[in-house]
T-cell receptor
Framework: AQSVTQLGSHVSVSEGALVLLRCNYS??????LFWYVQYPNQGLQLLLK??????LVKGINGFEAEFKKSETSFHLTKPSAHMSDAAEYFC??????????FGKGTKLSVIP | DAGVIQSPRHEVTEMGQEVTLRCKPI?????LFWYRQTMMRGLELLIY????????DSGMPEDRFSAKMPNASFSTLKIQPSEPRDSAVYFC??????????????FGPGTRLTVL
């Protein structure tokens, strides 16, 4: 069984500030981890994913995430927030099956 | 590729009516997923197909919900009869796994269903 916990349903940052969105997972098998972004009235779009290999994963739009097995975490970061980053972000986990288990999502607001 | 296509984008219906949501996956993708998104429950997997065969429908909330995939390029999710608590955004996603796990799912734009 797998589960995902995203800490903070809403996060606000100033434009140019660091973005940090937290994700912790639970998995009985080595996990595959994902971050998706959802802009208003749109479907989900993949930001980045961890499968195997390097634990620091770089994605689109300057985002990156680090897989930390000891902490069961996969936090998403971006050094400098842009207004266009305002969206909802979902962390997800899968195991050997193709099912994704999503967290509840974190809505990011960027303050000018 | 046009991506995953869903129709209609918006549906407003009255309680008791039948609702049919449609999805066209990305060509060549052999997995298709139906999700429901609500404020209270977040994103829930309802059912998924592999090569047009339903693999896991344990997320389907009740017998009023049914899903079919008659061919590789078309799937439907039907609710009969519909109830106000079915109001949600329904997403279809497709993928083409290269190995066990770790594959990207590509999402459609969703259908926003409102049941009055």
């Amino acid at each position: 069984a797998q589960s995902v916990t995203q800490l903070g349903s809403h996060v606000s940052v100033s434009e140019g500030a660091l973005v940090l969105l937290r994700c912790n997972y639970s998995s009985s098998v080595p996990p595959y981890l994902f971050w998706y972004v959802q802009y208003p009235n749109q479907g989900l779009q993949l930001l980045l994913k961890y499968t195997t290999g390097a634990t620091l994963v770089k994605g689109i739009n300057g985002f990156e995430a680090e897989f930390k097995k000891s902490e069961t975490s996969f936090h998403l970061t971006k050094p400098s927030a842009h207004m266009s980053d305002a969206a909802e972000y979902f962390c997800a986990v899968s195991g050997l099956s193709y099912q994704l288990t999503f967290g509840k999502g974190t809505k990011l607001s960027v303050i000018p | 590729d046009a991506g995953v296509i869903q129709s209609p984008r918006h549906e407003v219906t009255e309680m008791g009516q039948e609702v049919t949501l449609r999805c066209k996956p990305i060509s060549g993708h052999d997995y298709l997923f139906w999700y429901r998104q609500t404020m209270m429950r977040g994103l829930e997997l309802l059912i998924y197909f592999n090569n047009n065969v339903p693999i896991d429908d344990s997320g389907m909330p009740e017998d009023r919900f049914s899903a079919k995939m008659p061919n590789a390029s078309f799937s439907t999710l039907k609710i009969q009869p519909s109830e106000p608590r079915d109001s949600a955004v329904y997403f279809c996603a497709s993928s083409h796994p290269a190995g066990p796990g770790g594959d990207t799912q590509y999402f459609g734009p969703g259908t926003r269903l409102t049941v009055l």
